[in-house]
């Protein structure tokens, strides 16, 4: 599992990850069912504050990419959590500065 880039336009969060989505539907030339592994959560946080959510499902595309809106009130650090059926963990972070008042 990669994490791509972590990028900001305006109050758009995106992310993209890395992940070989396995729905568990499919098999082998043998006829073994591949075990399934999906995404299971994906949280976007401004500090401590949860900004969005998201539990996908095994209709999710590999290597699935979101887009999500904000409004930061404050400065601080995003950080974007991912979490696979393996309990595999990745993140992402960037600092979010707010311009100053003039």
Request: with cysteine; aromatic share 8%; glycine share 8%.
């Amino acid at each position: 599992m990669t994490a791509h880039a972590v990028s900001m336009c305006g109050n758009a969060g995106r992310a993209q990850i890395e992940h070989v989505i396995e729905s568990g539907l499919r098999t082998d030339a043998a006829g073994t069912v591949w075990p399934r592994n999906i995404v299971r959560l994906f949280e976007a946080r401004l500090g401590a504050q949860l900004l969005f959510s998201w539990e996908p499902g095994i209709g999710i595309a590999q290597n699935p990419y979101i887009e999500f809106t904000f409004v930061a009130r404050e400065s601080g650090e995003l950080g974007l959590y991912w979490v696979d059926e393996k309990n595999a963990t990745l993140e992402a972070r960037k600092a979010i500065a707010l311009a100053k008042a003039v």
